[in-house]
């Protein structure tokens, strides 16, 4: 709470109005409200997500409220003491630098009453749900990964969204490690740096890395069930896909060193063997990589659209022709078509218009490039803006938010078509071979 008038200017405006802490709890707020829309929606669906999650059925439909109320009451729960404690904050600092400073007490006693809520779940304010998120985060922050029949869609799904929310993460440290320092608080202007140079780029790196190990745990799944086998390949593969995932987790780890790199350059002004021009590009590269893999897999494996391959059947008509014209006159099973006509670059079965996943699927594009800002002789320096990270971090974790819909949609449809149900084996999470759909509804005997 140090009120010196050489820290104070730093203070943006944006900064006076909505400090960090404030920042942090305000996504995680709106993610739980986010979760009880994927949840309502989905039911109107008839998608039973808590099925797919392998979530203790209800005991009582009729006394017990559906999943996506206990989430919006949660989200209630938690949105009154922030809306409470953000006026407050208002009231007493009037936006002046100095009272900014001081009553940083606030919003970091907000953080606490967040954290306290989820680890001492009320029990009427959906203490099961709460404890089953808390029982997963525990298996998934050290990479673990259920089997099937005990949740592994949940533990994929749960550490998919923690890469979303990687720099939330991060700016939750950054805001705990300014109030505990000694001449800190938590809303003055951020500082990246604290804890070290290197630490924060660590800690945006975790999720990627839990993910990683999920999918070599999924690796050698795989191939201790063909070695049970005598070595013969089964249904579920060799194992190149869990593989061919890790490594597009794995892209995202020269994006994170490039840019720690480049920030110290800039702020020590020290040579670390490469000149700053060198270290952008390298960046760029690394980026360009990562989003593009990343576009790819969301569409082609985590949502098991055609896309990419009826393209390439469009612009190659040489090749495999009449496979991908045999696949297009496939009988639809959406309960949105009767048509035997498959909608050019999707898939046979769909719960939403065609129109909505052409306009996800660039939704998408556009929001994994939003790196390209800094590309723009006038808009490199947005990112650079307190407002401008923020906004970046809102737009990914929109993007999960919506992703989600699909990706859970997806495993709805893999799970339920060519007569399989829930009740039976799981199909494998990872999706299916580009250009072989039929191929994603494998029993999984992982």
């Not at 404030?22 to 099925?51: C, E, F, M, Q, T």
């Not at 700053?276 to 949502?303: G, Q």
């Not at 052409?358 to 994994?368: H, K, P, S």
């Amino acid at each position: 709470m140090d009120g010196d008038p050489a820290v104070e200017p730093e203070l943006d405006s944006f900064s006076l109005t909505l400090p960090l802490p404030y920042r942090v709890a305000l996504v995680v707020v709106l993610g739980v409200w986010a979760w009880g829309a994927n949840l309502h929606y989905l039911s109107l669906l008839k998608i039973d997500v808590p099925a797919l999650l392998h979530y203790p059925p209800r005991t009582s439909p009729r006394t017990d409220p559906p999943h996506h109320l206990s989430a919006y009451r949660l989200a209630t729960l938690l949105t009154i003491p922030l809306a409470f404690s953000l006026f407050l904050f208002w009231i007493l600092s009037h936006r002046n630098p100095t009272l900014v400073i001081y009553y940083d007490f606030l919003p970091i006693s907000y953080l606490c009453l967040l954290l306290g809520l989820f680890i001492f779940p009320w029990r009427r304010f959906s203490s099961s749900g709460r404890t089953r998120f808390l029982t997963t985060l525990q298996r998934v922050s050290i990479g673990g990964l259920a089997q099937s029949h005990d949740g592994k869609f949940g533990d994929i799904l749960l550490a998919d969204v923690l890469t979303s929310y990687a720099k939330i993460i991060a700016d939750l440290f950054v805001s705990l490690c300014m109030f505990f320092r000694s001449d800190g608080s938590a809303t003055r202007r951020p500082d990246r740096g604290c804890g070290g140079q290197y630490l924060v780029p660590i800690i945006i790196a975790i999720p990627s890395l839990i993910r990683l190990r999920q999918c070599l745990i999924e690796y050698f799944r795989v191939r201790s069930l063909n070695a049970r086998n005598g070595g013969a390949i089964g249904p579920q593969g060799w194992g190149g896909q869990h593989l061919a995932n890790a490594l597009k987790y794995a892209s995202a780890f020269p994006v994170i060193i490039f840019s720690a790199l480049q920030r110290n350059l800039s702020l020590n002004h020290q040579q670390i063997g490469v000149t700053e021009v060198t270290l952008y590009r390298f960046w760029v590269f690394a980026v360009f990589i990562n989003s593009f893999y990343s576009f790819y897999w969301d569409v082609a494996k985590d949502w098991d659209l055609t896309l990419f391959s009826a393209l390439y059947t469009k612009f190659r008509p040489s090749s495999n022709t009449q496979a991908y014209t045999s696949l297009s006159q496939s009988p639809s099973t959406s309960p949105r078509s009767s048509s035997n006509q498959q909608p050019f670059g999707l898939r046979p079965r769909i719960y939403y218009t065609p129109r909505t996943y052409y306009f996800i699927v660039i939704l998408d594009l556009l929001l994994r490039c939003t790196w390209s800002l800094k590309l723009s002789p006038h808009l490199d320096h947005f990112a650079d803006f307190e407002s401008g990270i923020f906004l970046m971090e809102f737009l990914e974790v929109s993007r999960r938010w919506v992703w989600i819909f699909f990706r859970v949609e997806t495993e709805w449809v893999r799970n339920t078509s060519h007569g399989g149900t829930l009740g039976g084996n799981l199909i494998e999470e990872e999706g299916m071979v580009l250009g072989d759909y039929d191929a994603g509804f494998k029993d999984d005997e992982d």
